[in-house]
């Protein structure tokens, strides 16, 4: 297979870039670097672009192995015919790979396998010619033998033979696949009619298979696993019959008619239906997952990349009953000051213990901000602190955070590195309040899987939801980039080209030898080759370097260049040491972009990043996301009214809508319906997770904690 002009057409893009992808990424460029660093070899696409790229490309190469396999397996069998052959070449997918294999494929014993032991074989091939003078019925008479003691059983014999040809027929089960898929239904029923379920609602259940909504197709499985649902795929069987019927019957010699009739619904009903509809429910699953797997990862990537709240003292409550609410301290670079346990659900007494320990840790540290965990007591918590924050003599803010993953992090390896001297417990508190700092740099110290953004999660293919999370935790470090001198082994394992050895080994270089004081300096780092290098110096920054272009994305490659640039526009030895080049795509402008890129030797798309990077150096992406959110007062439930009009943060995104923190403890939903006055095909078009939007009441219902939200008005 030509994969570069497969993947120019499947991606819309010149065969030349897909040939250059695939060259950089053979050549073991990561993903990061490509879509940052070789713009002019691809035309810009982005690195989630250049992702898929990548995994098409890798299925692609999966199916040429699989259909050498396949030739091979068959040309020992000494049956390749050339025919054969062209439907391998001609192949585009697995599933026709398998159906063109199926004949050849060593088989387990069968209803036809028996047959054919016993000689019916020849009486099978005389029914399928139908020729006009032959009768079945006296032709199954010279078959009977003492293991075939009638005709009849001599004919049923032979239609076994038949059925499973027809049901090997790569031709067959490619038109009634098709059938199944443009007519079929996905159906579900209750397999406990009696009881009352979250499935209710699928009970009674059918959608064409063509447009049934992946969270249906996720929901139904659930349901299925657990028990409560029967499900199925349903199709009038006389179309696919009638088809397989056609194609056998040769309307020559009627005696063999009926047999035939027989033959075309026994093949079906027992040998393929089962098989595709095991298949068709696979699809409608496999597409669903993907489908919330791209959910998950638009989701994941707007939760990482939430603004940091910087130069704050944070205070971190990790919420709880019987076991108390663990509190910490920590400065703005993220070092726990204070820790503590307070009782806030407990006692009077206890309450205002509490009361007084926050109050004088509050003091104390001059803490700035409160981050509240999303847990068990979020809510008494939450109400606590504001009546807390209440008695204090300045404004002092709170923000209720996903505390998704806490406990995993708390129970690590690295957690145990980091923080050693806090309790298991406390540690939560700590990440809780980083988590408000800096999301990202606290969110990576924590599998992907383990936060928690988007639905059915546990019901995805977990290597794949971990590839594709992973994926998105890669892209976000890589675009922000890591300061090198505080980096911690976590943030700096995400970081292009680093392996877990050399992140080992950073960290010691710096606990040896003090901070980085250039890029250069990474060298020196054993086990840091010219390739890795080349592939993470660009997304490390330097802030203590000398060199201004260490602290931005400039890559060392176009220092060079970058230096240039700066004398050719003008700027003086005097500007170029204060690092100020507010005003260089002015310059750039007037001097002309094009004529400018001819001149360093650089393409376009890399002569304006560097000077998107001069006129901002240690720029943080994430500044130009919307800023979180923070309270000082709570509401109740209770308070809530019908037409109430608030504003709300956006928590979570999904196929049918989206939840809205809007302070109370239970979110809100926004039905996709609710979203906004035109039409869309999916919630995430209009709104991403940390959104902060206005909506209106549209209803509460107390009893089960329901909140329906509407944006249209």
């Known amino acids: 297979m030509d994969y570069s002009k497969t993947l120019a057409q499947l991606f819309n893009i010149k065969e030349e870039y897909a040939q250059n992808i695939i060259a950089l990424l053979d050549d073991g460029n990561t993903i990061p670097f490509i879509a940052r660093y070789r713009k002019e070899m691809h035309g810009s696409m982005d690195d989630q672009l250049i992702r898929e790229f990548s ?44 159906d063109i294999y199926r004949p050849f494929r060593p088989k387990r014993k069968t209803r036809a396998s028996v047959a054919k032991e016993r000689g019916l074989e020849p009486l099978a091939l005389a029914i399928i010619k139908q020729e006009k003078e032959f009768s079945p019925t006296k032709a199954a008479a010279d078959y009977i033998t003492e293991e075939v003691p009638t005709a009849d059983d001599a004919i049923q014999g032979a239609m076994d033979i038949i059925a499973e040809q027809i049901s090997d027929s790569a031709e067959i089960r490619k038109k009634l696949r098709s059938i199944i898929r443009q007519s079929g239904a996905l159906t579900s029923s209750a397999a406990k009619p009696d009881e009352d379920s979250v499935y209710a609602n699928y009970y009674e259940f059918s959608e064409p298979v063509k447009k049934v909504a992946g969270h249906r197709v996720l929901a139904i499985n659930r349901g299925e696993k657990e028990g409560f649902l029967k499900v199925s795929v349903a199709i009038d069987k006389d179309v696919p019959v009638g088809v397989i019927f056609r194609l056998l019957n040769r309307d020559t010699n009627p005696l063999c008619t009926d047999i035939l009739r027989d033959v075309a619904e026994d093949a079906y009903t027992r040998l393929i239906f089962p098989s595709i509809e095991r298949e068709i429910r696979a699809e409608l699953t496999e597409a669903a997952a993907e489908s919330a797997m791209k959910v998950f990862a638009v989701n994941l990537k707007q939760l990482l990349m939430q603004p940091p709240v910087k130069g704050k003292t944070v205070l971190g409550l990790d919420p709880g009953y019987r076991t108390g609410c663990k509190v910490a301290v920590v400065d703005q670079t993220g070092k726990v000051l204070d820790t503590a346990v307070i009782y806030p659900t407990h006692s009077e007494r206890k309450i205002a213990e509490s009361k007084q320990t926050l109050l004088r840790l509050i003091n104390k540290h001059n803490v700035d901000i409160i981050s509240i965990g999303n847990g068990t007591a979020s809510k008494e918590t939450e109400m606590f602190t504001a009546d807390v924050l209440k008695e204090l003599d300045r404004k002092v803010y709170y923000m209720v955070v996903s505390e998704a993953g806490a406990s995993v992090y708390s129970a690590s390896k690295l957690a145990a590195a ?14 809780i309040a980083r ?27 977990q290597k794949r939801l971990g590839e594709t999370l992973d994926g998105v935790v890669e892209d976000c470090v890589n675009s922000v980039g890591a300061d090198l001198n505080t980096a911690s082994p976590a943030l700096l394992l995400r970081v292009s080209g680093l392996n877990s050895t050399v992140c080992k080994n950073i960290v010691a270089y710096r606990e040896e030898n003090g901070a980085f004081s250039s890029r250069a300096e990474l060298k020196k780092v054993p086990k840091l080759g010219p390739k890795a290098f080349e592939q993470c110096a660009g997304f490390l920054r330097v802030p203590e370097s000398r060199n201004p272009l260490d602290n931005t994305a400039v890559h060392p490659e176009s220092y060079k260049s970058a230096k240039e640039l700066l004398s050719l526009v003008n700027y003086s030895d005097k500007e170029i040491k204060t690092a100020k080049f507010g005003d260089l795509a002015n310059r750039v402008k007037a001097m002309g972009t094009k004529t400018l890129a001819e001149k360093l030797g650089i393409g376009l798309p890399t002569l304006d990043d560097i000077v998107k990077e001069l006129s901002k150096p240690g720029r943080d992406p994430r500044d130009e996301m919307p800023a979180p959110m923070l309270r000082t007062d709570v509401l109740d439930i209770k308070d809530l009214k019908e037409g109430m009009e608030l504003k709300g943060t956006v928590r979570n995104v999904i196929d049918f809508g989206a939840f809205i923190d809007i302070g109370v403890h239970q979110d809100g939903l926004v039905h996709i319906s609710q979203i906004c006055d035109k039409f869309i095909k999916h919630p995430s078009e209009v709104l991403k997770v940390g959104d902060v939007v206005n909506v209106k009441i549209l209803s509460v219902d107390t009893n089960k904690n329901r909140i329906s939200l509407t944006m249209r008005f």
């Open 435 to 461: 988590r408000l700092q800096d999301p990202l740099a606290e969110l990576v110290k924590i599998e992907p899987k383990a936060i928690g953004v988007g639905q059915y999660q546990h019901d995805m293919p």
């Open 55 to 98: 995994e098409k490309l890798e299925y692609l190469r999966g199916l040429d192995k699989r259909r050498e396999e396949i030739r091979s397996l068959i040309a020992s069998q000494e049956k390749l015919t050339d025919e054969v052959a062209a439907a391998l070449d001609a192949a585009q997918t697995l599933s026709e790979l398998e």
């Open 418 to 431: 980091e923080l050693p001297e806090l309790d298991l417990t406390l540690r939560s508190a700590a990440s």
